[in-house]
């Protein structure tokens, strides 16, 4: 297609929006707010260490999380909230870099949404150049928030990720792309650069449901439970184990770029509960990262689970919990929960305790 005949994100909105003659917009509006948002961290991002006032480290901080943050970590911060706060669609917002839920400030009426979002996901990858990305979900505020425009507590927050009502990504990688779902599929834009317009070049995003690609972070393969211990053993096997076919490997440590790979060709994401830190049921965060990510997975066709059960069945306990997370084509991810609910034995002729395991106990 010529380029000037792809829609544009608005001109996709409004199409989506003719569906549903009784919107009143809202979430167009909020959707392009949020792609504003990342078209400006798109620019903060590239410019690197150019950039005196964004590069490195913020000032010593740390996050809720006990995370070092970047300055960009803050400034993307800032910008989502900068172009989102003012609007009237949102009741409040939650971010990886907000201990608290932010309540939008009272000169500004309140809307009937909610933005939870990872405003730079991989930020350590910075140093070094490679891909980063903001996450964003969006959820329908409860209605009583809605009605009195009372400030949000956590608990308002603490929605499975199935009652999302939007989510997606923007990925900062040689292209920026934003990729989202509203619900019905997954589609994915590229920035263009000319005209500072986020158009279509990818309609209709699936996830094969094969794939013999998998990352995982390797260096934790001592703390991981046995399901993941075998899962990864076997395709380490290759060809003559009992897949009978050799797998490629990956890690970028950007969950984004990860998620992106393997919506565009397939593969299996995994960072799972492990034993590393029995304070922390696994690495990434659930309503932030997990759940939006989960979301575009199954729009795609894929799959998201944390091994146990679907992730977006999950009913989060706290803003910032973390959660063991499976992702992508749909196949493995079921054998990975298969895997889960079948008990591993010695006796059992599981691979994970061979002789000729690599990760044997
Ligand atoms: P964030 O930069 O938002 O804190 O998230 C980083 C996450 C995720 O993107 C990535 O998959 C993972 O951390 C990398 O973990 P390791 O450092 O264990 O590789
Ligand atoms: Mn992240
Ligand atoms: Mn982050």
């Not at 490629?248 to 509960?273: C, D, K, Q």
Request: proline content about 6%.
């Amino acid at each position: 297609m010529p380029l000037s005949r792809r829609l544009t994100l608005t001109q996709y909105l409004i199409e989506q929006r003719r569906r549903f003659p009784g919107a009143s917009g809202d979430l167009n509006a909020l959707i392009l707010d949020v792609s504003i948002a990342c078209k400006a961290i798109a620019r903060a991002v590239a410019f690197g260490e150019l950039a005196e006032s964004t590069a490195g480290n913020a000032g010593g901080g740390v996050n809720v999380q006990g995370e070092v943050q970047k300055k960009l970590d803050v400034v993307s911060n800032e910008m989502f909230i900068a172009t989102a706060e003012w609007s009237g669609h949102l009741a409040g917002m939650a971010s990886e870099e907000m201990d608290q839920p932010y309540q939008i400030p009272r000169p500004f009426p309140r809307g009937k949404y909610l933005l939870v979002f990872d405003p730079l996901d991989g930020s350590s990858n910075l140093d070094v150049n490679v891909s980063v990305g903001s996450i964003f979900s969006i959820l329908r505020a409860p209605d009583d928030a809605v009605e009195s425009g009372r400030d949000l507590t956590e608990a308002d927050f603490l929605q499975p990720g199935s009652t999302q009502v939007a989510a997606g990504y923007a990925l900062y990688g040689p292209a920026t792309m934003l990729v989202m779902s509203v619900g019905d599929g997954v589609v994915g834009f590229t920035l263009d650069l000319n005209l500072g317009e986020f158009k279509l070049t990818h309609p209709h995003i699936t996830v094969p449901a094969d794939t013999q690609e998998f990352a995982i972070n390797g260096s934790n393969s001592r703390f991981w439970e046995p399901p993941i211990k075998r899962y990864v053993d076997e395709c380490l096997a290759g060809k003559t184990g009992p897949r009978g076919k050799d797998f490629n490997t990956r890690w970028i440590a950007s969950m984004v770029a990860e998620a992106h790979r393997i919506l565009m060709r397939g593969g299996v994401f995994m960072y799972p509960r492990d034993t590393k830190d029995p304070a922390r049921h696994g690495r990434l965060r659930l309503l932030y990262e997990a759940n939006p990510i989960g979301f575009l997975m199954e729009q795609a066709g894929g799959r998201a689970s944390t091994g146990r059960q679907p992730v977006l069945g999950v009913k989060p306990s706290e803003l910032h919990q973390r959660i063991g997370l499976v992702f992508g084509s749909r196949n493995e991810v079921e054998r990975i929960e298969r895997y889960h609910r079948e008990p591993a034995t010695r006796d059992s002729g599981n691979p994970l305790f061979s002789e000729r395991s690599l990760f044997r106990d």
